[in-house]
């Protein structure tokens, strides 16, 4: 014979939680390790064209004061009839600005994960790899996102520049790098860059799932062929302008 069980009175029912709707698929995709690792490959190769992008353009100021300044105006003059004035370069602002926060977010949450997992490494060498790739990605990455924010108010909103003329690329960025503490600061700001830009270059690839051992010597000469070209590139403009060797 069957019995049943009665609650006694007073006794509050039990709460029905509702299911959980679930989020779009690609919502769903990054709150996993391999979707943020994803996230962080795809905003770098944004940041890594936005860098070679910048340098290039940047190495006209050796051309002459009007090519880099022709170079200036055209890119607030992208796309015009079809878009008004310099909306097309604050589109690309738009979307760096959300690679570089997507960057930054999907890189703390990858190493709060680690640090829940507590991973044991085996052997020193490996234990080296992750000490490298968790500490200096992570001071290098503070650096160069502190060194934006201070290369925009210099170079582009113009109020950390001192005798900033809008539209004139040339000027600003003699004046900026004739002042020796701010020549020092893009060279540090620089050097930590490298840093920065070598191991993401090499774990790039890791991150896609391009990670076989075929590969590596092509991902070792890509990491340092992109890294020095860029660096040097970047570093010759307060060394030449602040020894006055550029005028």
């Given at each position: 014979m069957a019995t049943t069980t009665r609650e006694r009175p007073g006794t509050p029912a039990p709460i029905q939680q509702r299911p959980q709707r679930p989020a779009p698929w690609f919502i769903e995709l990054y709150r996993t390790a391999v979707g943020k690792k994803y996230v962080m490959a795809v905003t770098g190769i944004i940041g890594l064209l936005f860098v070679a992008g910048h340098t290039v353009g940047n190495l006209k100021l050796y051309l002459g004061h009007e090519d880099i300044n022709h170079y200036g105006e055209f890119l607030r003059e992208i796309l015009v009839p079809i878009l008004p004035r310099t909306i097309f370069l604050w589109l690309l602002r738009g979307l760096l600005i959300t690679a570089v926060a997507?960057?930054?977010?999907?890189?703390?949450?990858?190493t709060r994960l680690n640090a829940k997992a507590d991973i044991k490494y085996y052997s020193k060498r490996d234990y080296v790899a992750a000490n490298f790739a968790s500490r200096t990605m992570r001071w290098t990455g503070v650096i160069v996102a502190l060194f934006i924010l201070w290369h925009l108010s210099d170079l582009t909103w113009g109020f950390a520049n001192g005798d900033f003329i809008r539209g004139d690329v040339a000027h600003n960025m003699i004046h900026s790098f004739r002042r020796?503490?701010?020549a020092i600061l893009y060279i540090v700001a620089n050097l930590a860059l490298g840093v920065h830009l070598w191991h993401g270059c090499w774990s790039l690839f890791q991150s896609l799932g391009w990670n076989r051992p075929r590969f590596n010597k092509w991902r070792s000469w890509f990491a340092w062929g992109f890294t020095t070209a860029v660096i040097l590139g970047n570093l010759t403009f307060p060394i030449l302008i602040v020894t006055r060797v550029v005028d």
């Open positions: 997507l960057h930054i977010h999907a890189a703390y949450s990858l020796v503490p701010v």
